[in-house]
């Protein structure tokens, strides 16, 4: 099957630092990619999706200053939190579609001190 | 954009029960709508999907039914056992990108 990795698995920083998730697709390609965000006992909320050789597209009310995503291969999609806050604190995950189905990746937890 | 509401937010019922879970859509453009199983601080992982060009999904206790008119589905688990319990999402999906329900906390009694 389809598997899709995430790194690191989880970091803890200080405010005002920058913090950079990579998420990697292992055994297939793909063009485009999603970031998801999950706090404590909330549902996965999409942030952006990811487009390969393209810039990625937002959804409403993410800033994208703040959350740089960069597809820089058909294998590798980055998320950069930049000048993270305690509030930015969270589970990112990110997926990649293979046909109409969505491989996850292991998720990334950030805790920002 | 579209959105997606579920129901309930938790459930309990005893082992070998069914649980219903429901799952509403707005955008009559999603074409695809997965259920997922998320086990705390792990990744979700699909149990079961269904396309919109099709009503009734079924895999072993898992079940999945569309009404595409009323923009809305569901998910039945038979004979309920107690590595069921988890957080179930719904989620709509049009060009890939999924828009998830809020989760239902699910557990099963033994």
């Known amino acids: ?113 | 954009g579209e959105n997606v509401e579920q129901h309930p937010s938790t459930l309990s019922v005893q082992e070998g029960d069914s649980a219903v879970i429901k799952c509403t859509y707005s955008d009559s453009a999603s074409n695809y709508f997965p259920w997922y199983k998320q086990e705390l601080g792990k990744r979700p992982q699909l149990i079961i999907d269904i396309r919109s060009n099709v009503g009734e999904k079924k895999d072993q206790r898992i079940a999945v039914t569309l009404n595409k008119t009323a923009k809305h589905f569901s998910l039945h688990i038979t004979e309920t056992q107690p590595e069921d319990s988890a957080v179930y999402f719904c989620a709509a999906s049009q060009g890939g990108k999924l828009i998830f329900g809020q989760g239902t906390e699910l557990s099963v009694k033994p």
């Open chain 1, 1 to 113: 099957g389809a598997v899709v990795s995430q790194h690191p698995s989880w970091v803890i920083c200080k405010s005002g630092t920058s913090v950079k998730i990579e998420c990697r697709s292992l055994d297939f390609q793909a063009t485009t990619m999603f970031w998801y965000r999950q706090f404590p006992k909330q549902s996965l909320m999409l942030m952006a999706t990811s487009n390969e050789g393209s810039k990625a597209t937002y959804e409403q009310g993410v800033e994208k200053d703040k959350f740089l995503i960069n597809h820089a291969s058909l294998t590798l999609s980055t998320l950069t939190v930049t000048s993270a806050h305690p509030e930015d604190s969270s589970f990112y995950i990110c997926s990649a579609p293979r046909g109409e189905t969505q491989y996850f990746g292991p998720g990334t937890r950030l805790l920002v001190l």
